[in-house]
């Protein structure tokens, strides 16, 4: 049984940083990212990273500020958040997939997501 689980998320003031983490278990996965949802709109790709962790990719909103890596030895993907903004504050959702390309977001499966909450 797969189990995607988060952590980290929390309260920070704008300008700070935080660091997520989701450990996978019962399964290894091609691509691994970071979805995110704010209240009232709609999901927002935020990050992925393949296997070989040699080609991040990256929403727009985040570029230049999110850094995505994993440990595969661990079974583990990070999102690390600088600079963070009030409007990054969403629940972030860990997503894996088990072939390296996802269609339209639509991965295999979901963690059951971790608020981060981003003071003014």
């Known amino acids: 049984q797969v189990q995607l689980v988060e952590s980290g998320g929390g309260l920070v003031q704008a300008g700070g940083s935080l660091r997520l983490s989701c450990a996978a278990s019962g399964g290894t996965f091609s691509l691994m990212g970071w979805v995110r949802q704010a209240p009232g709109k709609e999901r927002e790709f935020v990050a992925s990273i393949s296997w070989t962790a040699d080609k991040p990719n990256y929403g727009d909103s985040v570029k230049g500020r999110f850094t995505i890596s994993r440990d595969n030895a661990k079974n583990t993907v990070y999102l690390r958040m600088n600079s963070l903004k009030p409007e990054d504050t969403a629940v972030y959702y860990c997503?894996?997939?088990?072939?390296?390309?996802?269609?339209?977001?639509?991965?295999?499966?979901w963690g059951q997501g971790t608020q981060v909450t981003v003071s003014s």
């Open positions: 997503a894996a997939h088990i072939s390296a390309t996802v269609v339209a977001g639509t991965y295999d499966y």
